[in-house]
């Protein structure tokens, strides 16, 4: 029995493969705005080193893919599986990049065809296998001494196209990376106002964010300015509603 759910195209033979049909921008943003507080957070695009992997656990369920785009296939088993690698930092956007060590679990589906999927166990499900080059979202483990992975946007190339897709993915990795701040700044400067114990200290905060509101936030992928209005519009839009409550001692106006 085959059951799926678009936009993942499950084709099977005898050697079954994952065909994942085309991703928009909107379809593999992430929203990871509230990590980039976490001590240690570490977002790099990079190239992924061989996975060196531990003892599987079998899972009683799983599926391929995820976030709208999965497949199921009768007499499919999945697993957990530590593994550890390295990430090669190919562009870092926040956070100190040294050597990146990866220990983390994925899931590892073993098709009836004997064949082997691996897919990160983060929201996305995203495909995780030798060189992949991906935006990587990292925070240090428990012992410090390697990273756990938090959230992963791999390259597409069927979305990432030009003479350079590399480069495309990242200038598009770039600018999620910027609505992602841009998401994190507007809450924070709001949380502020709501948080301040005196008029002083709202009065800064209300400086901060009126401040934040000025500043342009320039992307390098012009159709990525749909993620910007969507994702931080609403935060705007709130932060001056905010703003004109606050104004002159006019009340808290939540």
Known sequence: ?????????????????????????????VDFSADLDRDGVVVVV???????????????????GAAGSVAQVSGTQ????PVKSSIRAVKAFGGKVGKLELACAIQLARLPDGSEHRQSRTGNGAQLDE???ALFVVVPTAKGKAFDLLH?????????KGPDGGAAFV???????????RVHDLRAALEAIDAAPD??????????LRDLLEQKVELKVRDDDSLLAQH????EARARTRLAATAEGEGEGR
Do not use: W
Not at 46 to 64: A, D, H, S, Y
Not at 78 to 81: A, D, L, Q, S, T
Not at 199 to 208: F, I, L, Y
């Open 1 to 29: 029995m085959l059951r799926l759910a678009l936009p993942l195209f499950l084709a099977t033979s005898a050697a079954a493969q994952i065909v994942p049909m085309p991703a928009t921008p909107q379809m593999r943003y």
């Open 46 to 64: 990079g190239v992924l080193g061989k996975l060196k992997e531990g003892k599987r656990e079998r899972l009683p369920q799983g599926q391929l």
């Open 78 to 81: 999945y697993f957990k599986v």
């Open 131 to 133: 060189d992949t080059l």
């Open 152 to 160: 992963v946007i791999p390259f597409d190339a069927e979305v990432d």
């Open 171 to 181: 200038d598009a990795m770039s600018d999620v990376y910027a609505v992602n701040r």
């Open 199 to 208: 008029a002083a200290a709202r009065q800064r905060a209300r400086t901060t």
């Open 232 to 235: 931080c519009g609403p935060l």
